[in-house]
């Protein structure tokens, strides 16, 4: 834990040190919930590249999905997809770093028993695309959730095992016995993310694989030092990446987690929070005593 969340730090209440690359997540941090970015969210960000900021969104989306809403906010360089599994270059797509899960690992994942594991569905996710094993009209509605291609494959054996980069686990209700069913199976050969929500769901990800260990990756390729980035985000995925960074920031509706790790909590999504973290640490020469702006 950095410190408490929404503390005074004696650092942020000095000149503001030079961020020079800023990552953002995405969903419920840059996207309302309509999946609409505010005019001041999309200024602010608009006015950190201008200054010369690398502006990096880091997203559990796949590629197509984060540079649709790159281009919407004229961001380019690079960016970081599935959580961490692929860093590609904006607006080329050229993938730069790549995880993926060994195919025998993912033939082993895919014959789990989805009854014991309470799976209402699994997912094969590629850089690019889905594909969906037991229900097409679930596959239909993941694809609408994720905002990426997605296909209905009766048998998920057959489908292609090479590059891919998570194997997801529709829960049928609570994540939690789905993730302790496949610890008992899999152990730490493999990394986990867990999504609580209308859609719970847990991730199996290549082992070391994280929007942190991505996040550290690029920033070192680009020569920015760690004290230099500002990350932003709300759920249990970005909990080690604003811990990594210099200046890690929790959405207003960040889960108590996240808010745990941060040196700041800003606004809610709705509320512009993101907007708000970027005018504080990037926009402003020094740093204001007033938090309710």
Same mark, same amino acid.
């Given at each position: 834990m950095k410190r408490e969340a929404g503390a005074e730090s004696a650092a942020h209440d000095a000149v503001i040190r030079r961020i020079r690359l800023i990552a953002l997540d995405l969903d419920d941090t840059?996207?309302?919930?309509?999946?609409? %970015?505010?005019?001041?969210?999309?200024? =602010? %960000?608009? =006015?950190?590249?201008?200054?010369?900021c690398h502006v990096v969104l880091a997203s559990a989306r796949p590629l197509g999905s984060i540079a649709s809403y790159a281009k919407e906010l004229g961001v380019e360089g690079h960016c970081i997809a599935l959580n961490g599994a692929v860093v590609a270059t904006l607006p080329e797509l050229?993938?730069?770093?790549?995880? /993926?899960?060994?195919?025998?690992?993912?033939?082993?994942?895919? =014959? +789990?028993?989805?009854?014991?594991?309470?799976?209402?569905?699994?997912?094969?996710? /590629?850089?690019?695309?889905?594909?969906?094993?037991?229900?097409a009209p679930d596959v239909h509605a993941y694809a609408i959730l994720?905002?990426?291609?997605?296909?209905?494959?009766?048998?998920?054996?057959?489908?292609?095992?090479?590059?891919?980069?998570?194997v997801v686990f529709r829960a049928d209700d609570t994540p939690f016995p789905t993730l302790e069913r496949l610890r008992e199976a899999l152990g730490d050969q493999v990394a986990y993310v867990i999504w609580e929500g209308p859609w719970s769901f847990v991730e199996v990800l290549p082992?070391?694989?994280?929007?942190?260990?991505?996040?550290?990756?690029?920033? #070192?390729? +680009?020569?920015?030092?760690?004290?230099?980035v500002l990350a932003v985000g709300d759920e249990?995925?970005?909990?080690?990446?604003?811990?990594? #960074?210099?200046?890690?920031? =929790?959405m207003g509706n960040a889960h108590p987690e996240v808010k745990a790790v941060a040196d700041w909590v800003?606004?809610?999504?709705?509320?512009?929070?993101?907007? +708000?973290?970027?005018?504080?640490?990037?926009?402003?020469?020094?740093?204001?005593?007033?938090?309710?702006?």
């Open positions: 840059v996207l309302r919930a309509d999946k609409t %970015i505010s005019a001041r969210t999309e200024r =602010a %960000i608009r =006015a950190a590249v201008a200054r010369g050229q993938r730069i770093r790549e995880q /993926y899960l060994e195919p025998d690992l993912v033939k082993r994942i895919l =014959a +789990l028993d989805r009854t014991e594991l309470r799976a209402e569905n699994v997912f094969l996710e /590629y850089p690019r695309s889905y594909a969906a094993r037991f229900d994720a905002e990426g291609p997605a296909s209905y494959i009766g048998d998920l054996q057959r489908a292609s095992h090479d590059e891919v980069c998570k082992l070391g694989t994280s929007k942190a260990a991505a996040l550290e990756w690029l920033a #070192a390729r +680009l020569g920015v030092a760690r004290e230099e249990r995925n970005d909990i080690e990446m604003l811990a990594w #960074a210099g200046t890690g920031v =929790a800003t606004a809610p999504v709705e509320e512009d929070g993101c907007a +708000l973290a970027i005018e504080r640490f990037v926009l402003a020469e020094e740093v204001r005593d007033d938090r309710s702006e």
